[in-house]
Structure formats: structure tokens, C-alpha cells
């Protein structure tokens, strides 16, 4: 893939958010918009994290994301919108002088953004992510979120029972071993294995109910209060193979992610360069300075 272009439509110089702080001033000249999928939350976020990504290589041009549903009565995989993105236009529709982005454009600058980001770039991006209401936890946030993903709308199986199984006692053990009576909140996308998890787990750990929601009129999906509480934890222990809604708590939440067991599917666009990875498993993906806290304290 060819590098970014240095300068902006009008010739001015470009910033390149890597070399630190820069007196150069940029025109902005226009607005590119990518028109979002039709997907799950951390599918959304996914695509909202790369064209920021992008924004932060080409200062000299806005950004916009166009939130897309199929159906007027949302289905599924539809949802509201409670997110608000500092830097990132939000919009059900462009504008007309507004110039699309295709996804072959955006993927094709993915290889030389990922060779060039840092952890304090990626945190910053992460932090412009905000929920249009506010959750209220009886006492503190958990300690530990639990992401139990393993099922699609209409209850298909996204891995073989066996594999499942696998990831579910791995998670059961470490709990037992290394968390023991700490604050655990779970989050799943089948109630089901929610209640199996949560019996299986016993009194090893304390687990918390879902937080209220407030500051909102309307009603607002689980899969946004999951996402936030989530975030608001202090480490993530995935139930799952490269969810990349665990990935988008961790990120917004700036906290590291527990992977127990060699998890490849985990290098995504999320994934940069100084991440700490031994040897042996377990892997730790997230904040380097917590994840190498706790790579010290358990292996």
C-alpha cells in the first residue's frame, strides 16, 4: 500500500500526529465519510476506530460516519444511537458535497497506519468515545468484566461446542485462581450461558448486578450498557475468540484484555505494535503498562 500523502488537498502540510506537537496549521478543505455497516456494536466501533485512525494521518480533512439500519423498526443487529465521537461526525445520511470513502480506500492506508501507531495514539482515540447516558453502580465498578460471546442473533453457534467449552472452564479457572473474591461483572450474548457461567463460578468471586442507566429518556439496548460497563472495569477477561466488541471496551475503556490461551484472531486494526506477548500464554492485550503488571503478577 502506498504511504498517506504528506500534504492536504490545497498543498498545505500535513501533521503527522507521531512526531509529536506541531504549530503547522491545516485547512480544512473537505469531508470524507465512510457509510457504516450493518452490524453488531463492536463491528460499528471497529470501523469508527479505523477512520479515525486515518483522520489522525490526513488532519487536513474531516471525517463522518454514517450510522446505518436496515429497518425503520430496528431488528437485531439495528440499533439507536447513544454514542457521541469527538473528531467524528455522526449522520444517518451524507451530505451531498460530502466525498466517500470506500472501504478499499480506507484499507488500503490500514498497513502503513498500523506500522506507525503508538500506544498513546491508540488511548487517545480510545478516549473520544462517549455514551449519551451515564451508568450507576451500586458501590464501586468490578474489578474484572467477563465477555462471554458466543452465539449470533437467531442462536447460532459462532464455534464448535468443544471449543466453547474450552474457552468457558479456562475462564472458570483462572477466576478461581487469580481472582478470588474480586468484583466480577459478565456480560453475554446468551442468557443461558450467562446463568451456567455465573453457577459455575460459585462464590470463588463476587459478581455484580448490571448498573442503572440514567441520564436518557429512552430506552437504551443492553449491548451499549454491556459495552460501557465493560469499559468501566479494570482488566477484561474474554469468553471468546476475537470479539470485536471486547476489543472496543478495552480500547475505550483504556484497560488491558486477559486472552487465556494463544488467541491470533485477536490482530485486528485494533492491534498495534508494542503490545506484550511472551513466549508461553497466557497473552496480554491492552494498556502495556497494566498488561505488563499483570503478565508480572500471573506469569
Not at 502503513?112 to 491508540?122: A, F, K, P, W
Not at 455484580?208 to 469499559?231: E, I, K, M, Q, S
Amino acid at each position: 500500500a502506498r504511504p498517506l500523502d504528506k500534504t492536504t488537498a490545497n498543498g498545505s502540510a500535513a501533521v503527522n500526529p507521531l512526531q509529536g506537537n506541531h504549530c503547522t496549521h491545516v485547512e480544512i478543505t473537505r469531508t470524507m465519510y465512510l457509510s457504516g455497516t450493518i452490524g453488531g456494536i463492536g463491528n460499528r466501533i471497529e470501523e469508527m476506530m479505523g477512520l479515525l485512525q486515518l483522520r489522525a494521518f490526513r488532519p487536513g480533512e474531516r471525517a463522518a460516519y454514517i450510522w446505518r439500519n436496515s429497518h425503520e423498526k430496528l431488528g437485531e443487529r439495528d440499533y439507536p444511537l447513544f454514542l457521541v465521537v469527538d473528531g467524528l461526525r455522526m449522520a444517518q445520511s451524507p451530505k451531498p458535497h460530502w466525498l466517500q470513502l470506500s472501504r478499499t480506500q480506507a484499507h488500503e492506508h490500514y498497513p502503513y497506519i498500523r506500522m506507525n501507531l503508538t500506544q498513546e495514539l491508540v488511548a487517545s482515540l480510545g478516549r473520544r468515545f462517549h455514551a449519551t447516558f451515564k451508568l450507576a453502580w451500586d458501590g464501586d465498578p468490578p474489578t474484572v468484566g467477563v465477555h462471554i460471546r458466543g452465539w449470533e442473533p437467531g442462536g447460532k453457534r459462532l464455534y464448535s461446542r468443544s471449543e466453547f467449552e474450552t474457552l468457558f472452564q479456562r475462564g472458570v479457572q483462572y477466576l478461581e485462581r487469580d481472582e478470588r473474591n474480586t468484583t466480577v461483572y459478565v456480560a453475554a450474548d446468551n442468557t443461558a450461558a450467562r446463568d451456567d457461567f455465573v453457577r459455575t463460578i460459585g462464590d470463588a468471586v463476587r459478581v455484580v448486578h448490571a448498573p442503572r442507566v440514567t441520564g436518557v429518556r429512552h430506552n437504551v439496548p443492553g449491548a451499549y450498557v454491556d459495552l460501557f460497563a465493560l469499559a468501566s472495569c479494570k482488566r477484561i477477561l474474554p469468553i471468546n475468540r476475537g470479539s470485536t466488541f471486547t476489543l472496543s471496551a478495552a480500547i475505550i475503556g483504556n484497560i488491558p484484555i486477559i486472552a487465556l490461551g494463544s488467541d491470533h484472531s485477536y490482530k485486528t486494526s485494533f492491534r498495534y505494535p508494542n503490545i506484550i506477548e511472551g513466549n508461553s500464554q497466557p497473552l496480554y492485550v491492552g494498556n502495556a503498562d497494566a498488561a505488563r503488571a499483570i503478565k508480572e503478577n500471573h506469569g
